[in-house]
């Protein structure tokens, strides 16, 4: 069974940070890229931040030097850091496969406010 759990959100100030994590079930995470996805209210879904199961990495301009991604095949876990977050990174933040996703999972919420 294919699960997607996101945690790690929180309510934070600008210019401040918090750490998401994902774990994923053995079956979609070894061998596929992964990537993380945010929807902010009244917007579409976007990718935000992916990597393959190598370590390559690809950034949205809007994170690029902010954000960084990383996973543990290992233990089946992805990462985003996420440093000088603005009020616009506010969002549900959902991991899944890429480009091909799956079923989603429930999300974190991020808030950026002061």
């Known amino acids: 069974q294919v699960q997607l759990v996101e945690s790690g959100g929180g309510l934070v100030q600008p210019g401040g940070s918090l750490r998401l994590s994902c774990a994923a079930s053995r079956s979609i995470f070894s061998s596929y890229a992964m990537g993380w996805y945010r929807q902010a209210p009244g917007k579409q879904r976007e990718l935000v931040a992916r990597i393959t199961s190598g370590g390559s990495t690809y950034y949205a301009d809007s994170v690029k030097g902010r954000f960084t991604i990383a996973r543990d095949n290992a233990k089946n876990t992805m990462y985003l850091q996420m440093n000088s977050l603005k009020p616009e990174d506010t969002a549900v933040y959902y991991c899944?496969?890429?480009?091909?996703?799956?079923?989603w999972g429930q999300g974190t919420q991020v808030t950026v406010s002061s």
């Open positions: 899944n496969r890429f480009p091909s996703v799956l079923a």
